[in-house]
T-cell receptor
Framework: QKEVEQDPGPLSVPEGAIVSLNCTYS??????FMWYRQYSRKGPELLMY????GNKEDGRFTAQVDKSSKYISLFIRDSQPSDSATYLC????????????FGQGTILTVHP | EAGVAQSPRYKIIEKRQSVAFWCNPI?????LYWYQQILGQGPKLLIQ????????DSQLPKDRFSAERLKGVDSTLKIQPAKLEDSAVYLC??????????FGPGTRLTVT
């Protein structure tokens, strides 16, 4: 079993739709949760970062963490064509130098 | 603030040849990471440096891959000899806190 599982998609939605991206993880030692966005032929860009269960909002983006279910989500409201990218969840151990373990990424396309 | 710089951006080599990639992290970032991202997958950590010391190299194929970070600033990753399965994007990232990581644009390696 992979430590982090992410629905690979691809996901195709019309402009203005609400998008839900999800990951599950297996190791309860994971304590920090990130979402990265990666445009084609670019490096990943940090979108959201949280360490507690619950919701964290930043503009059109909401990150949700449920530690009891080992489930994390990223919601995008009012999706735009510029949101078209690969979204990667990344999870970190709680140790000082804990490495990031990434999901395989979900390819999102938002149609005008 | 300048981001993480990587060179070259693209490299094509034949199997059994050697190749080297260079990374210059964000100024002041003590932690430097090298990741391998195979097409359709999330990045996988190869090696993590804290200043010029190695923190984690558990997933580095040490029979062919080597990395160094002299003087705790820039870093090089070398592959010798390359195999077909080494075709991937090699991403460098840096962090000031060990939590939020900032990625460079990557080096796309094709081994023929």
């Amino acid at each position: 079993q992979k430590e982090v599982e992410q629905d690979p998609g691809p996901l195709s939605v019309p402009e203005g739709a609400i998008v839900s991206l999800n990951c599950t993880y297996s190791n309860s030692a994971f304590q920090y949760f990130m979402w990265y966005r990666q445009y084609s032929r670019k490096g990943p860009e940090l979108l959201m970062y949280t360490y507690s269960s619950g919701n964290k909002e930043d503009g059109r983006f909401t990150a949700q963490v449920d530690k009891s279910s080992k489930y994390i989500s990223l919601f995008i409201r009012d999706s735009q064509p510029s949101d078209s990218a690969t979204y990667l969840c990344a999870i970190r151990h709680g140790t000082s130098y804990g490495k990031l373990t990434f999901g395989q990424g979900t390819i999102l396309t938002v149609h005008p | 603030e300048a981001g993480v710089a990587q060179s070259p951006r693209y490299k094509i080599i034949e199997k059994r040849q050697s190749v080297a990639f260079w990374c210059n992290p964000i100024s002041g970032h003590a932690t430097l990471y090298w990741y391998q991202q195979i097409l359709g997958q999330g990045p996988k950590l190869l090696i993590q440096f804290q200043n010029n010391g190695v923190v984690d190299d558990s997933q580095l194929p040490k029979d062919r891959f080597s990395a160094e970070r002299l003087k705790g600033v820039d870093s090089t990753l070398k592959i010798q000899p390359a195999k077909l399965e080494d075709s991937a994007v090699y991403l460098c990232a840096s962090s000031a806190t060990g939590y939020e990581q900032y990625f460079g644009p990557g080096t796309r390696l094709t081994v023929t």
